[in-house]
């Protein structure tokens, strides 16, 4: 025996599927189920990427998160693509309901990135003041 203590993680979606020898006492002490997100896990995502308790648009979010199966990752992603705080829950409404109507489908899964990427260059182009538009360096 080593003199070291260790920490190691493992994760799978299969659990049914490992040898029992792997998963008894000693060999791994702690089994930790990561669901699918949640109205509370939606308000601590929140509260962590942009620091608030509240929103308008929480009852629908947590109306959708309800009906929507999506992982916290998921969410944790749409919320960090905008510090801004409107805009991130507005962006993680559309991806909801996109979801919910089965852009989440494999068949769909091109065109929501197509979508996503669209909407991450308005964004940007937004985030552009009007003279900087400008190709050729002159002032209207």
């Known amino acids: 025996t080593s003199g070291e203590e260790r920490i190691i993680i493992f994760t799978t979606n ?4 490992l040898d029992p020898a792997l998963l008894r ?3 791994m002490d ?5 669901g699918y997100c949640c109205p509370e896990s939606f308000r601590i995502l929140a509260s962590n990427y942009h620091s608030i308790d509240h929103h308008a648009t929480y ?3 947590e109306e959708l998160i309800k009906e929507v199966m999506v992982t916290p990752a998921e969410v944790a992603e749409v919320l960090m693509r905008n510090e801004e705080t409107d805009v991130a829950l507005k962006g993680l409404i559309q991806f ?3 979801k919910k109507d089965g852009a989440g489908k494999p068949e769909n899964v ?4 197509k979508e996503e ?3 991450k260059e308005m964004m940007t182009k937004s985030d552009v003041p009007d003279n900087e538009d400008q190709q050729d360096g002159s002032k209207e």
Do not use: S, W
């Open 110 to 113: 091109d065109q929501v990135a």
């Open 117 to 119: 990427e669209q909407e």
């Open 14 to 17: 299969y659990k049914e599927r």
């Open 30 to 34: 702690m089994h930790i189920h990561m």
């Open 25 to 27: 006492p000693g060999r």
């Open 96 to 98: 909801l309901k996109r």
């Open 59 to 61: 009852p629908e979010i």
